[in-house]
């Protein structure tokens, strides 16, 4: 059975940084893309971060472009969401996903405030 577990989130205030983790297994870790997406209170679902299985590379929307990364670990089935300079609206219940068979974690919460 498939598991996604987030660790990580936490309340912060604005220009902090948090790294993210999503620990994974029931399937060949490495053999598959990995995204974070997130979900603020009355908003949709959106990709923060995505990463590639074969060739590591990535892609962010221009919300986070410059202040995400996302990284992995494949010995250690775990994949990465460093924040920096973080913002009030980044405030959200962050997920890990594993797009090709639509599985998602249960989330982690992320609150950016003074």
């Known amino acids: 059975q498939v598991q996604l577990v987030e660790s990580g989130g936490d309340l912060v205030q604005p220009g902090e940084s948090l790294r993210l983790s999503c620990v994974v297994s029931?399937?060949?870790?490495?053999?598959?893309?990995m995204s974070w997406h997130r979900q603020a209170p009355g908003k949709e679902r959106e990709m923060v971060a995505t990463?590639?299985?074969?060739?590591?590379?990535?892609w962010y929307p221009d919300s986070v472009r410059g202040r995400f990364t996302i990284s992995r670990d494949n010995a250690k089935n775990t994949v990465y969401l460093q924040m920096n300079n973080l913002k009030p609206e980044d405030t959200a219940v962050y997920y890990c996903?594993?797009?090709?068979?639509?599985?998602w974690g249960q989330g982690t919460q992320v609150t950016v405030s003074s």
């Open positions: 990463i590639n299985s074969v060739t590591n590379s990535t």
């Open positions: 996903y594993v797009p090709y068979i639509n599985h």
């Open positions: 029931g399937l060949p870790f490495s053999r598959y893309g």
